[in-house]
Structure formats: structure tokens, C-alpha cells
């Protein structure tokens, strides 16, 4: 492109300055004045700097004038090279004159439409080259300091921007992962640091609102537990005899549970199972519950209600719904001979089996009016003597260790400390 515009403003040159250069050598020739001739070649030659040579030739190509005097007389015949032959008679051809690179303009003279004779500009290329070279270098300079120019750039976008944004779209993720975000730096007052702003604010927010959240859910479970454990108690409190029943029970499940290493939310599940266990006992007139002699038929059938009883007392909280197992199953026996379902081994919600074996040796070991309670090794003996029929008799062994590695008299230990509604 660049060759083309330099050639093609270099062409306008020429053919202009032969126009120009053709009307007084017209005259010139008419009246065959030669020193007007050398004038006009000499002035012609002087006026640009890039023309190499001028000459006014005859029709035969001789030379009439010439910037170098001494080739006036000689030939100047047409160079070797590219040639164009315009409309208007200029011919312009680029070739070698004088060991020189030129474009030579030879434009006829005409009088009164009549060819009379031609004028030759020759104009050298090697400074249009120098030109071409020039702007070569500028362009390069130009590209060179466009693309450093581009790379600083780039790398301070770089080191301004994607750093606060990696830590938004970081602390983005950690709240979505319910992680802890900290205070993220607002390093410029731009978009991007307001933006920041208002995340950091955010994020505290959010932090702040999960976390009384959490207490308040703490609070709540814990009042609620609080709950189970004065209805425990309440009920207990009915049988001056039973009085700590359940928490005891509670603390026997809870050894055994460490022995199947149950994980903590089934240790909890367990332990308010264990409090809840007789919760249908509140359906159980005093007069059974307390009854010194042994139960009739009537009475025993009232009190092997509960623990179906319990089940239907829970069924009407959905909280509390997860202790029935527990609940309906505690008088469930390992051979089906149990109540209220017959269930048989693992048939049996593996809570209502832990629970049997706790409630049945605290039973055992505390006296009753009509009985003194059984000895921990009499107990023992017992429940071995029930394992397979009464009792899971894998659960029974482990039963049997927590028991001996559990201090004896625990029920005095317990009473004052885990009872709420002590009276
Ligand atoms: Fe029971």
C-alpha cells in the first residue's frame, strides 16, 4: 500500500512539473531559443531536489537542452524498464539512468495540436526509498511502543483487578460452604471497592444473623430437653419407689451405647428415649402403679397398656416421634414373648433392647416395700439367666460390663444432680 500511495504522489509530481515545463518550451521551440531552453531545463533541475535530470528533446529524441550542457547535441533515449503510457502522450517509465533509480516523465511538446518536440524529467526513486525506509522505522517504533504500551497496561489491570475479585468470588464460596469469612481489604474507592464494601457488610450480616441462629436452636433444644426430663421426673415422682427410675436407666442405655459406639445424635436420641420410657404410665391409675400386692389380671392387663400408651402420647408431637421405638417397644422380649408386639430379636428397635436391659436391672436392684431389691450380682445372674430368652444375649454380655465397671449405689449419686422437680 505504502509503495503504491509513494509511487502513485511521485507520478502526480512528475506529470505535473512536465505540464508546467511543456508551455514555455513550446514557445521556446517555435522560436528555437536555446539559451531560454538551458534556462528552463537549469531552473526546472533547481527547483526540486529529487530531479535528476531535465531535457528538451526534438522528435527525433536529440537533445535540445539539458541540465549538463555537455550532453546537449547526444541522445536521450528512453529508459529500460516498467513503462505506462498515459492518454494525454506522457510516458512514465521507471528504470535505471545513470546507475540511478528513476522515474522518467517524457511528455510530448505540441504547438496548435502539432508534436514539435518532448520534455524529459527524470526524478529519483532513492529518496522516496529513504522515505519508504523512514516510514518503515516509524511504524515500528510506532507498533513497538503500542505493544509495550498494551503489556503495561495489561499488567496493571491485572494487578489492580483480579485480586479483589478472586477474594469476593473466595468469600462468595465460603459462605455458600457456611464457612467463617473474614474482612475482605477495600484497597480503591472505585465500583469494585464499593462492591467490596457492601460484601464485607453483607457477609457480617449473614454471619452475625446464623450465629443467634445457632443459639437460639441451642436454647431451644436444650429447654426442650429440659422438658423430656421434668416429665421424666414427674412421672417417676408419682412411685415414691421409682423415684430417679428413668435417669438411671438413662445412665445405664448411655454405658451401653459407649460399648456399641453409637455416634452422639443416637446417644441423645437414646437418652431422652430412656427418660420418656414409662411416659404412658401417666395413664395408669396411682392405685396400680403403688399397688403393694401382687396385680390381678385387670390390673396387670392396665399396666402393660403403657408402653402402647407412651407411643400414642408421642405420635402427637412430630418432635417427640422419634422416641417411639424406644417407647413402644422397652417390654419387647428377644423370643416374641413380649408385649405389645411380639416382636422378636432384631425385630426389636436396638434403643427398646438397650432400654430393656437398663430398666429391668434398675428395677431389680431397688427395693420395694413388699421386697428388698437384688444385689448387682444377684442381678447379673439374672440377667444371664434371661439372655437369649428375655434379653439380646450379645447386648446382655456388654450390659453385664458396664454394670460391673459402673460404680454400685449410683442411685444416690444421680438423684439430687439429674432431677429437676426433686421434692
Ligand atoms: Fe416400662
Redesign the pocket.
Known amino acids: 500500500i505504502m509503495d503504491h500511495v509513494l509511487i502513485d504522489s511521485l507520478s502526480k509530481r512528475g506529470s505535473a512539473i512536465s505540464q508546467a515545463a511543456a508551455i514555455p518550451a513550446g514557445y521556446s521551440l517555435l522560436t528555437n531559443d536555446r539559451l531560454a531552453l538551458d534556462n528552463l531545463a537549469a531552473q526546472i533541475k533547481r527547483s526540486q531536489e529529487e530531479i535528476e535530470y531535465v531535457a528538451i528533446l526534438d522528435l527525433e529524441q536529440n537533445i535540445l537542452a539539458h541540465n549538463h550542457l555537455d550532453r546537449v547535441g547526444g541522445t536521450l533515449p528512453f529508459l529500460v524498464g516498467e513503462m505506462h503510457d498515459h492518454p494525454d502522450g506522457l510516458t512514465i517509465t521507471k528504470g535505471l539512468h545513470d546507475w540511478t533509480e528513476c522515474m522518467e516523465f517524457r511528455r510530448p511538446i505540441y504547438f496548435t495540436e502539432q508534436h514539435i518536440g518532448n520534455v524529459v524529467i527524470g526524478i529519483s526513486t532513492r529518496q522516496l526509498m529513504a522515505l519508504k525506509a523512514s516510514a518503515h522505522e516509524q511504524i515500528l517504533l510506532i507498533a513497538t511502543f503500542v505493544t509495550a504500551l498494551a503489556l503495561l497496561g495489561a499488567m496493571l489491570l491485572s494487578s489492580i483487578f483480579p485480586r479483589p475479585i478472586e477474594r469476593l468470588t473466595e468469600g462468595v464460596s465460603k459462605l455458600r460452604r457456611d464457612e467463617h469469612v473474614g474482612n475482605i481489604p477495600v484497597r480503591s474507592r472505585n465500583e469494585l471497592g464499593k462492591l467490596t464494601h457492601n460484601f464485607n457488610k453483607m457477609a457480617r450480616t449473614i454471619q452475625q444473623q446464623k450465629a443467634s441462629l445457632h443459639n437460639y436452636a441451642d436454647e431451644l433444644e436444650a429447654s426442650y430437653n429440659d422438658m423430656v426430663r421434668i416429665l421424666a421426673a414427674a412421672l417417676d415422682a408419682r412411685d415414691n419407689y421409682t423415684y430417679g427410675h428413668s435417669a438411671r436407666v438413662a445412665r445405664l442405655a448411655l454405658g451401653l451405647a459407649d460399648k456399641l459406639a453409637l455416634d452422639t445424635e443416637a446417644k441423645k436420641e437414646l437418652e431422652l428415649g430412656c427418660l420418656l420410657?414409662?411416659i404412658g404410665k401417666i395413664h395408669v391409675p396411682d392405685a396400680v402403679l403403688n399397688k403393694q400386692a401382687k396385680l390381678d389380671q385387670d390390673e396387670y392387663a392396665t399396666l402393660t397398656q403403657?408402653?402402647l400408651l407412651g407411643s400414642k402420647i408421642l405420635e402427637l408431637t412430630p418432635s417427640l416421634r422419634k422416641y417411639i421405638p424406644a417407647v413402644k417397644h422397652?417390654?419387647e422380649r428377644f423370643d416374641g414373648n413380649g408385649y405389645p408386639d411380639q416382636l422378636s430379636g432384631d425385630e426389636i428397635p436396638l434403643h427398646a433392647q438397650i432400654v430393656a436391659l437398663a430398666?429391668t436391672y434398675d428395677a431389680m436392684t431397688t427395693s420395694r416395700p413388699y421386697r428388698e431389691g437384688l444385689s448387682r450380682e444377684e442381678t447379673i445372674d439374672e440377667i444371664r439367666r434371661c439372655s437369649g430368652s428375655q434379653f439380646n444375649p450379645e447386648l446382655s454380655e456388654l450390659f453385664i460390663d458396664v454394670v460391673l465397671s459402673t460404680a454400685e449405689n449410683t442411685t444416690e449419686e444421680i438423684m439430687p444432680a439429674e432431677y429437676l422437680c426433686a421434692s
Do not use: G, K, N
Request: hydrophobic share 0%.
Open positions: 420410657h414409662d403403657h408402653p422397652h417390654h430398666d
